[in-house]
């Protein structure tokens, strides 16, 4: 079997990652994959995923994990960009409501999953949303 340069990098990162392990997470039940969405290119075995609803949540998740974290919002990227091997990987998609809108002002803030069209979802009621896209 040949495997692409991409596979072998892939493989070869994530056997490195496995190895390099603490004894606690390798005797876990199988540590939970991260697939990336954008494209299926990249399949990651992350040691713990959450998906908090708020930023408490966040911050909760951070005080306990002390090794590398990673982000994942709407996980259109197609790189694998989203994800480390045996990190903590933040799925931020709960993070997506409305924090303040001001249509006056044009101003809208909003939590760190929120997506592009639910932006535009919520901001078309006042007329401003894009109109091309």
Not at 30 to 59: I, M, N, T
Not at 75 to 93: F, K, T, V
Not at 118 to 127: G, R
Request: with cysteine; proline share 5%.
């Amino acid at each position: 079997m040949s495997l692409s340069r991409r596979e072998f990098l892939s493989r070869s990162l994530t056997a490195a990652a496995v190895a390099a392990m603490p004894q606690a997470v390798m005797g876990a039940a199988e540590p939970p994959h991260v697939r990336d969405a954008g494209g299926g290119l990249v399949d990651v075995q992350v040691a713990d995923v959450a998906r908090p609803k708020s930023a408490g949540d966040v911050q909760q998740s951070l005080q306990r994990w002390k090794g590398q974290v990673c982000i994942g919002g709407a996980r259109y990227s197609m790189g694998g960009q989203i994800a480390a091997p045996g990190s903590l990987h933040l799925d931020m998609r709960g993070l997506n409501k409305v924090i303040a809108f001001d249509p006056a002002l044009r101003v809208i803030r909003v939590q760190a999953g929120m997506r592009w069209r639910d932006v535009q979802d919520a901001i078309d009621p006042h007329d401003l949303s894009v109109r091309i896209m």
